[in-house]
């Protein structure tokens, strides 16, 4: 049973820094992709930025130079680093991966950015 679970979340005043994570079970995380995802309210959910089995990477280009995301494969987690936050970050944030034809999704993490 794939499980996919968030953390790190919260409140922070804009230029603030947040570390997300995502702890995955069930799946062989070594050689998984793991995405970020995010929707903001009103909004449909956005690709936020990818890391593949190499480490390779990529972001959209309204988080590039600000968010980097990383991975631990002896801790079955990826990590999103978000600094520089801005109003527009906030939104609730998925780890998605994708597994024997299926797409797995956590619950999500709030993140809100506000003074």
């Known amino acids: 049973q794939v499980q996919l679970v968030e953390s790190g979340g919260g409140l922070v005043q804009p230029g603030g820094s947040l570390r997300l994570s995502c702890a995955a079970s069930g799946i062989i995380f070594s050689s998984a992709v793991m995405r970020w995802y995010r929707q903001a309210p009103g909004k449909q959910r956005e690709w936020v930025t990818f890391?593949?089995?190499?480490?390779?990477?990529n972001f959209a280009d309204s988080v590039k130079g600000r968010f980097t995301i990383s991975r631990d494969n002896a801790k079955n987690t990826v990590y999103l680093q978000m600094n520089s936050l801005k109003p527009e970050d906030t939104a609730v944030y998925y780890c998605n991966t994708f597994s024997g034809g299926i797409d797995y999704w956590g619950k999500g993490t709030q993140v809100t950015v506000s003074s």
């Open positions: 890391i593949g089995s190499r480490g390779n990477t």
